[in-house]
């Protein structure tokens, strides 16, 4: 690929738990290897239902024990986020299938990509919906985060010039 400068979108199915995540991982880990100037890093929901709000307090207060801020403020997907970013990135098979549904092109659906594919250890393939779920859920959310946001990076070093 070779490219000046990637641009990824993280997506879930609400915007408040597990992209917001994967922004503030992805993010600290570019600034750590010095590519912030390269790699710039967003977050969107499939669904609506949470437009206008900071992500959740129980996903901010897991997140801030391990030193993230989590900013985002949540989003719905927009038919244009498939031209603006390299990469389209869905935290599950059903956040994959919503995303294939509203690709307006084929050059928008080969950017569809699953958060776990890049991952090394493969332990899951997708980063499970931790709305419902107790403390242990959020914690699962950022440990999957993390060891698959080392792959995407280095994922990103091979696609930069
Ligand atoms: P997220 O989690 O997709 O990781 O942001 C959810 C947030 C909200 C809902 C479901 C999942 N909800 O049903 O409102």
Redesign the pocket.
């Known amino acids: 690929m070779n490219q000046e400068k990637m641009r990824l979108l993280f997506v879930?199915?609400?915007?408040?738990?597990?992209?917001p995540s994967a922004e503030a991982v992805m993010k600290k880990k570019i600034r750590d290897a010095g590519l912030a100037d390269r790699i710039e890093v967003d977050s969107a929901?499939i669904a609506n239902?949470?437009e206008g709000e900071r992500a959740?307090p129980r996903m901010r207060a897991h997140a801030a024990r391990r030193g993230y801020c989590l900013e985002s403020i949540s989003r719905p997907m927009r038919p244009w986020d498939f031209r603006a970013f390299d990469l389209i990135i869905g935290?599950d098979d059903r956040n994959i299938d919503d995303l294939k549904r509203i690709a307006p092109d084929v050059d928008s659906e080969k950017k569809i990509c699953r958060m776990m594919d890049f991952s090394r250890d493969k332990l899951y393939d997708y980063v499970p919906?931790?709305?419902y779920s107790g403390a242990e859920g959020f914690e699962l959310v950022l440990d999957l985060l993390e060891e698959a946001c080392d792959g995407l990076l280095a994922y990103c070093r091979k696609s930069l010039k």
Not at 12 to 19: A, F, V
Request: hydrophobic share 20%; with cysteine; proline share 6%.
């Open positions: 879930c199915l609400g915007n408040i738990c597990r992209s929901g239902y949470h959740d935290m919906d931790p709305y």
